[in-house]
């Protein structure tokens, strides 16, 4: 192999694929590349008792948190997101990941890359490298099937031999069981879903309450409650929300610039 000529001062954007996703478009479908790992693919036949969540690219922070160049990872970006980010900075290389379904996406963001930073190096890494004859499907400089750190650190010129470090980041967010919300850091499993559970119940009971009281005040002619404000004020009171995803990390040691 022969090393990136920058070797550590080089500035590095690795990203997952685009969302949104089980999307019928170009990119695929909602049959093929839903992006729930255990409601599509491991907990699915449970029906409404499947675990829903979702999970961030761990494989990109470990690669980030092996590597001494500076490095800014995107997790799930938007496509508008992802040619920002190309566009607002000098990447000298762009590494990008997916699992097989995800092709569609892995090779539009390739192009994406061609067009939009010409000048950095591609290096494409995941379970999409599995695919037969995929040098011939997308237009990546390397393609990487094997173990990634090892491969990163040489390309940059690093010791690939350097202990391996372990970043600590949350598993899954946005744990939803049975319609419920339900909040991060464990505890009583059983305890919290009859907690969330009553909580919703009494704001679906008062929400109602509302629109109700509302319904009667236009009956009688008199000014009638926004019921669409009374809709916000209920989620609003909805325990846990969704976090926003799109997340976007940078290396502390040598980064590109500050967010």
């Known amino acids: 192999m022969v090393p990136h000529p920058k070797g550590t001062r080089a500035r590095i ?38 675990l829903r969540m979702f999970h961030r690219t761990w494989g990109l922070m470990f690669l980030q948190q092996n590597i001494s160049a500076p490095c800014t990872v995107l997790d799930f970006p938007t496509r508008a997101r992802f040619i920002r980010e190309l566009t607002s900075h000098d990447y000298d290389i762009v590494g990008l990941t997916g699992i097989i379904v995800n092709i569609g996406k892995v090779r539009e963001m390739c192009r ?81 879903m009859n907690q969330v559970y009553r909580t919703t119940e009494t704001n679906q009971r008062q929400t109602t309450s509302d629109h109700c009281a509302a319904a009667q005040q236009a009956t009688r002619g008199e000014t009638a409650t926004d019921l669409a404000a009374l809709d916000s004020r209920h989620e609003e009171s909805q325990p846990n929300p969704l976090p926003e995803s799109g997340a976007t990390s940078e290396r502390p040691l040598g980064r590109v610039r500050d967010r």
Not at 26 to 41: C, D, K, W
């Open 13 to 50: 954007l690795l990203s997952s694929v685009f969302k949104p996703f089980a999307q019928d478009d170009a990119f695929g479908s909602r049959t093929i590349n839903p992006v729930e790992l255990y409601h599509n693919q491991v907990t699915r036949e449970q029906g409404p008792f499947s």
């Open 112 to 192: 994406l890359v061609r067009v939009h930073s010409p000048r950095s190096v591609i290096v494409v890494g995941g379970h999409v490298t599995a695919i037969p004859g995929i040098e011939r499907t997308i237009d990546a400089d390397h393609i990487v099937k094997g173990e990634g750190v090892a491969w990163l650190r040489e390309f940059l010129g690093e010791d690939t031999a350097r202990p391996i470090e372990h970043p600590v980041i949350p598993s899954a967010f946005g744990f939803r069981l049975m319609g419920l919300r339900l909040p991060s850091g464990g505890g009583n499993a059983a305890a919290t």
